[in-house]
T-cell receptor, first 116, second 114 residues
Framework: GAVVSQHPSWVICKSGTSVKIECRSL??????MFWYRQFPKQSLMLMAT?????????EQGVEKDKFLINHASLTLSTLTVTSAHPEDSSFYIC????????????FGSGTRLTVV | DAKTTQPTSMDCAEGRAANLPCNHS???????VYWYRQIHSQGPQYIIH???NNETNEMASLIITEDRKSSTLILPHATLRDTAVYYC???????????????FGQGTILTVHP
């Protein structure tokens, strides 16, 4: 089936630094990808919709200048957490529509971000 | 998107069928019912989806009531590896501003025990 590869799987960074998370669709093209955030013991919350070749669409309450999304190719979307703070520590997950026609969505394995 | 209601948690014995209910009484005519699961510290995994007919695949069966206000996901022979959070989501399959977005509720924590 369709695979979405997410990298890194975990990262620890210092407060004030920036962290980039990559999401790649393997052997299929994804014009749209979705970025979610999940805090411990909570459900996934959609942060933004990444659109190839155009600006991302952010959900209400998500700071677009803090969470920079770039979707420069049909197989790669990146999420950069800028000036990270401890409250940004979370599990970040990307997804893309399964191209096989099942109607479902394929998710990456997630990135555990810890800001110290 | 229509809101869904699921029990917070359920238990199931290994080898038995796990029946996970979901209420979606405000579902619209063009909204599908999707089921995903999330094993701890992993990304969600697609299980199955349907509109109004019952569906079956290699993972599970989906039973949707005639009025479409509720559905049940059935794992016919649960294993320990089926322990996960199961999410029931309703969304349109095409068109509109909600197309493509998945709104996750709190889901049901299914624990399969020996």
């Amino acid at each position: 089936g369709a695979v979405v590869s997410q990298h890194p799987s975990w990262v620890i960074c210092k407060s004030g630094t920036s962290v980039k998370i990559e999401c790649r669709s393997l052997d299929f093209q994804a014009t749209t990808m979705f970025w979610y955030r999940q805090f411990p013991k909570q459900s996934l919350m959609l942060m933004a919709t990444s659109n190839e070749g155009s600006k991302a669409t952010y959900e209400q309450g998500v700071e677009k200048d803090k969470f920079l999304i770039n979707h420069a190719s049909l197989t790669l979307s990146t999420l950069t957490v800028t000036s990270a703070h401890p409250e940004d520590s979370s599990f970040y997950i990307c997804s893309a529509r399964d191209p096989t026609g099942s109607g479902g969505y394929t998710f990456g394995s997630g990135t555990r971000l810890t800001v110290v | 998107d229509a809101k869904t209601t699921q029990p917070t948690s359920m238990d199931c014995a290994e080898g038995r069928a796990a029946n996970l209910p979901c209420n979606h009484s405000t579902i619209s005519g063009n909204e599908y019912v999707y089921w995903y699961r999330q094993i701890h510290s992993q990304g969600p995994q697609y299980i199955i989806h349907g509109l109004k007919n019952n569906e079956t695949n290699e993972m599970a069966s989906l039973i949707i009531t005639e009025d479409r206000k509720s559905s049940t996901l059935i794992l016919p022979h649960a294993t320990l590896r089926d322990t996960a959070v199961y999410y029931c989501i309703v969304r349109p399959n095409a068109g509109g501003t909600s197309y493509g977005k998945l709104t996750f509720g709190q889901g049901t924590i299914l624990t399969v025990h020996p």
